[in-house]
């Protein structure tokens, strides 16, 4: 469990330092790359993002606990991923992001290795449990 702590608090903060400067950067993302036609979503997917990345910090507290949620959190990884190496593969997106995909799939790497390194929580019986026994 210990390895899950690490793995997902390690995740959450640095999923936070990467995405909220973003928030600042939208001249400069649309400048190297295309104007930003929709803010709406550039700022919806930066709060979504951030909004996750609380959520690996919430999962490295009780790994044991969150355990299902490391399942959710693995496809959070690879709904970017795959789509970006199929894009790339197609010559519609450049190394630079296929470079961050290949982060967020070690990260998914990660993530699967810390959900089958920890044990389900137990389940704890009721107190009326205890009193018919």
């Known amino acids: 469990m210990r390895f899950a702590k ?75 991923v795959v789509p970006v190496y199929l894009l790339y593969a197609r010559g519609r997106v450049n190394g630079q992001v296929v470079g961050f995909a290949s982060i967020d799939l070690m990260w998914a790497v990660l993530f699967t290795i810390s959900y089958l390194r920890t044990p389900s929580a137990s389940v704890v019986p009721n107190a009326s449990a205890r009193r018919a026994a």
């Open 6 to 80: 690490i793995v997902f608090l390690i995740a959450g903060i640095y999923g936070i330092v990467v995405i909220a400067p973003q928030y600042g950067m939208e001249d400069v993302i649309a400048r190297a790359s295309t104007p930003i036609t929709h803010p709406e979503h550039f700022y919806g997917f930066l709060g979504l993002c951030i909004a996750w990345q609380i959520m690996f910090i919430l999962i490295s507290r009780a790994p044991d606990r969150f355990r299902p949620a490391m399942l959710v959190a693995i496809v959070e990884k690879l709904v970017f």
